[in-house]
């Protein structure tokens, strides 16, 4: 397992986000706004990012486009995303990224999942012929939000490229234990989201690794025995200094150390 953050959680300055990596003791970057608020990758400064990354010998674990986040009956808008899915792989090629993470569409009425299936079987199809991994994320409020929703979506995509990026935060907002939504998903899983959450007063705010609903440990020991060897992307609650995120990083790698010795 490789030790990563998702940056722009604290920053979307890449220089700062190095210099936090580095000093964190991360390995790796999952990239979603470099450069600005405005700036989604892959439509960011490409030569500086790639100068930098290789000047301190830190990995693109992924990228984060924005991919899928409409409504799947809105054809015309995803159709284009798929259309336009040929920069992101060119630009994942070049900085050396092996990981696309995407979204699965948001609920609705008309939702139907046949639309859905088509369109990552179609990323799918663009990704393999790059040898890059497409890994779509369960998320709060959208079509797909638990461990077993997300599965039951994947064995239907079945496609060797089209894995699983796996939130058990979102999972736990959406009523599902941790525990259950990774093992329904876990043979899939190519990145997790790192966080925790605690309920109070009626509402879900973030907490520390170690103190909220979702159990680390076992998260970690559950995809560690299925031979996951990816990226665990630390996602720092918004606003947090750089002494959270120091201590937040401490605690993964300790916990994944423990785990990994068994």
Known sequence: M????????????LDRALHYTLLWGLEGLELRTVGGP???????????????????????????????????????VWRNEVAQF?????????????QVVISAFGASAAYERAGVVEALQRVGEAAA??????????????AHATG??????????DHPAVGAAWDPGAAVQAGEDPQVGLQAVA?????????????????????SLGEGVVDWPAQL??????????PVSLVMPRGSPARQGLRMAGDLIRMMRTVTRG
């Not at 043979?187 to 907490?207: D, F, I, S």
């Open 86 to 98: 040929a920069e992101t792989l060119g630009f994942c090629r070049r900085i050396g990224c092996g």
């Open 187 to 207: 043979e899939r899983v190519e990145l997790v989201r790192c966080y925790n959450v605690a309920e109070h007063n009626g509402a879900w705010t973030t907490a």
């Open 129 to 142: 012929r790059h040898r890059i991994v497409v890994a779509v994320l369960n998320e709060t409020g959208m």
């Open 38 to 76: 405005s700036s989604r990758v892959p439509f960011v400064n490409e030569e500086k990012l790639r100068r930098r990354l290789t000047d301190h010998d830190v990995p693109a674990v992924a990228v984060v486009p924005g991919m899928f986040e409409g409504m799947v009956e809105e054809q015309a």
């Open 148 to 157: 077993a929703m997300l599965a039951e979506l994947l064995a239907q995509v």
């Open 221 to 230: 020991r559950i995809v560690q025995a299925r031979g996951f060897a990816g």
């Open 2 to 13: 490789l030790p990563a953050w998702l940056t722009d959680t604290v920053t979307s300055d």
